[in-house]
């Protein structure tokens, strides 16, 4: 749910290479969504939008800091090729070359002439984002300075381009990977349709015989539900809160830092890129194996914010609990020792997928996740922010899920659909984006323990037919991985034939 789930590293590696490259035949270029949803620029080169003359190159060469946030002030010529201000590209501090200079801050979109200029400079990362300059057109809350006009009767104006590039460039340039025509064409149940059920946590805890037979039934027929009142304090909901976006809205020399190393899957990247023309959502994430603590890779755990691992770590251990809660009442409720499910998953392996969905002008032609089903037991998510953007597939529609507060939304994935022997149902879901805010979510994944054997358990197939082959974790989480995302193709494939 909101992604994959979790598991080894898979052949073919996935090709992950880093924002603002130049794309050339052979290197196929990761776009870093928040900063940068540039096309490919192919090797045309970079346009200047002012050439420095000789005077403005010597006074570039001197080097001015801003006295308000100590970043570099740019001269910017007039007409008569004077350089009229400095001015910071990261706040609103200038110093202006006379007294009569006055200028007010514009988001500058795109004439057709300009679009690659405009790309340019909202794609590159190195310009200081200033987050004073809020866009008219999409509300992103986010420019890079791009020019100063020379001074008129109404002063100086600085123009600023809108960090939302398919705003920038008026809408018109969504990259062609990115492009998803079927995501038109998908049928979208109707508001105002039942939401998924609810499950209270509590009412489960005090082995509440109705709320018990009720997370049956909503394993056997929908495969999602919504769980309240749950054991996850508070203050570590709120602090995992802030340090996902916190860390989303780091710029991209700091996030960098994180990126996924060849044929790893834990990192700042993407998952399931197997081909180089194969199609990209539209997202970006941070993905780590948190559990069990020893398998934990802290080469990937930012520093920034403070308390990020700190707050990781309880999540983890929380989430984790609840999870072996629910399956313990699920084992019984199959008619099995409680411990029959959760035995597997002692030393079982929990990851936790931060996700990122920029805001899209044309939201209807891209995707967020692409739709598929969690490899895992179960998938906890927890809604980030406000904006809506999970979909489960549900007679054939896809059906728009509404998070309640502090709730979590809580799947089967394919494992518990392989070990119930297909009694309990994993469902093809997908995340779609917004044309005008971000979107964020945090998905934690539990499998088994990486030794435990994938199939029918015994105890459930004792008087009827196997449904599913039988393999081992490390094979099956290899095989997943190393497949792009294709609704429940993955789980199709572990199917027996029927006799």
């Known amino acids: 749910m909101d992604g994959g789930g979790g598991g080894t590293s898979a052949e073919p590696e996935p090709v992950t290479v880093r924002l603002a490259a130049v794309e ?8 870093d969504l928040r900063d940068s949803i540039a096309p490919h620029r192919s090797n045309r080169q970079r346009k200047s939008t002012l050439p420095p003359s000789s005077a ?10 801003c006295r308000e946030c100590n970043n570099i002030l740019y001269p910017k010529e007039g007409k008569d090729r004077r350089a009229l201000l400095y001015a910071c590209r990261n706040c609103e501090h200038q110093e202006v070359a006379d007294n009569n200079c006055v200028y007010r801050n514009e988001v500058h979109h795109a004439a057709a002439e300009r679009t690659q200029v405009l790309q340019d400079v ?40 809108c960090c939302n590039l398919s705003c920038a460039t008026g809408g018109a340039d969504v990259p ?25 946590y509590q009412r489960l805890l005090l082995d509440h015989g109705e709320e018990s037979a009720r997370l049956h039934r909503v394993c056997q027929d929908w495969g999602f539900f919504q769980l309240i009142n749950h054991s996850v304090p508070d203050d570590v909901v709120e602090g995992m809160k802030a340090n996902i976006q916190q860390f989303f809205q780091f710029p991209a020399e700091v996030k960098k830092q994180f990126t996924q190393e060849r044929g790893q899957l834990e990192g700042y990247g993407q998952l399931f890129v197997v081909s180089e023309d194969q199609k990209l959502d539209w997202a970006d994430m941070l993905y780590l194996y948190t559990q069990p603590p020893e398998d934990r890779n802290l080469r990937f755990w930012p520093d920034q914010p403070a308390n990020f691992k700190s707050t990781l770590d309880k999540y983890s251990a929380a989430v984790k609990d609840i999870t072996d809660t629910l399956l313990a009442t699920m084992a019984q409720n199959l008619g099995l020792e409680p411990e029959v499910i959760a035995d597997t998953c002692v030393g079982g392996i929990q990851s936790v997928r931060m996700n990122y969905y920029p805001p899209c002008a044309q939201a209807d032609k891209v995707v967020g996740f692409s739709p598929h089903s969690d490899s895992d037991l179960l998938t906890l998510v927890l809604q980030v922010n406000h904006v809506q953007g999970l979909q489960i597939k549900r007679n054939g529609s896809w059906f728009p899920v509404k998070p309640l507060e ?3 939304v809580v799947n089967v994935g394919d494992i518990l659909e392989i070990f119930t022997n297909g009694r309990y149902k994993s469902i093809e879901h997908r995340a779609v984006v917004d044309p ?10 539990h499998s088994p323990h990486i030794h435990a054997m994938i199939g029918p358990l015994k105890e459930i197939v004792v008087h009827e037919d196997e449904a599913y082959k039988t393999v081992d974790h490390e094979d099956f989480m290899k095989l997943f991985f190393s497949a792009k995302l294709e609704g429940k193709s ?3 494939r572990m199917k027996l034939k029927s006799s």
């Open 24 to 31: 050339t035949a052979t290197t196929m270029a990761r776009i």
């Open 56 to 65: 403005t190159a010597a006074a570039m060469s001197a080097m001015k800091f």
């Open 122 to 161: 909202a794609a590159d990362p190195t310009l200081p984002r200033n987050k004073d300059v809020r866009c008219a057109a999409c509300g992103h809350g986010e420019a890079v300075f791009f020019q100063a006009t020379a001074r008129g009767e109404e002063g100086m104006t600085l123009f600023f381009v």
């Open 176 to 200: 062609s990977r990115y492009l998803r025509p079927e995501a038109v064409a998908d049928a979208v149940a109707v508001a105002g349709e039942d939401q998924i059920p609810i499950i209270d």
């Open 406 to 408: 502090g709730a979590f």
């Open 436 to 445: 005008k805010e971000e979107r964020l979510s945090v998905a934690a994944f």
């Open 490 to 492: 993955f789980l199709d």
